[in-house]
Antibody, heavy 122, light 108 residues
Framework: QVHLVQSGADVKKPGSSVKVSCKAS????????ISWVRQAPGQRFEWLGG????????KYAQTFQGRVTITADESTGTVYMELSSLKSEDTAVYYC???????????????WGQGTLVSVSS | EIVLTQSPGTLSLSPGERATLSCRAS???????LAWYQQKPGQAPSLLIY???VRATGIPDRFSGSGSGTDFTLTISRLEPEDFAVYYC?????????FGQGTRLEIK
């Protein structure tokens, strides 16, 4: 089963961008779609989008369309999520998670990264 | 977007008791498109149930999922101390994912 390790916590200013990484191991990179989900304090989980690493094709939630970019680097087995125009409301723990199959958002999440706290504050 | 509403918000029970957690969808959901996760403090969620009723690998048989249409249930037959956590339902499919707000299962 794929094991996901994320980059460390980050603090950003409003209006800036953040890029979080998610390195996969223990499986064949590209065998599972990877999604990004966030959990803000007191809020339910929100899906930002996901990618099929082999093909580099990403899908995004409408809420985040235009503000989020998800990419994959096959050479290092790493998926990245970049969120721009940050606001204080973007303060959350961001998780990457592997789907059961290659279909982004169309199957369940079989394993999760440990989470990355992104704090947005002036 | 399909909205998932979980109830109760908090459930207080004792070890050995039976827990019944509900997840109601704003529109009909295919039984193939509903999962349940457990989250313990400071940890990422972990998969319990997918396709509404299929236990994930390594999940004890005291966990069971059921339901169809707009009403789904997670049942824990006999609570163990390690089962006290927050539980989330999730709908996947049609290229989007939504989650319920969670049910906190606490020791009475």
């Amino acid at each position: 089963q794929v094991h996901l390790v994320q980059s460390g916590a980050d603090v950003k200013k409003p209006g800036s961008s953040v890029k979080v990484s998610c390195k996969a191991s223990g499986g064949t990179f590209g065998s599972n779609a990877i999604s990004w989900v966030r959990q803000a304090p007191g809020q339910r989980f929100e899906w930002l989008g996901g990618i099929t690493p082999n093909f580099g094709s990403a899908k995004y939630a409408q809420t985040f369309q235009g503000r989020v970019t998800i990419t994959a680097d096959e050479s290092t087995g790493t998926v990245y999520m970049e969120l721009s125009s940050l606001k204080s409301e973007d303060t959350a723990v961001y998780y990457c998670a592997a789907h059961y199959s290659l279909a982004v958002a169309n199957t369940w999440l079989v394993s999760w990264g440990q989470g990355t706290l992104v704090s947005v504050s002036s | 977007e399909i909205v998932l509403t979980q109830s109760p918000g908090t459930l207080s029970l004792s070890p050995g008791e039976r827990a019944t957690l509900s997840c109601r969808a704003s529109q009909s959901v295919s039984i193939n498109d509903l999962a349940w996760y457990q989250q313990k403090p400071g940890q990422a969620p972990s998969l319990l149930i997918y396709a509404a009723s299929v236990r994930a690998t390594g999940i004890p048989d005291r966990f069971s999922g059921s339901g169809s249409g707009t009403d789904f249930t997670l049942t824990i037959s006999r609570l163990e101390p390690e089962d006290f956590a927050v539980y989330y339902c999730q709908r996947y499919g049609d290229s989007s994912i939504t989650f319920g707000q969670g049910t906190r299962l606490e020791i009475k």
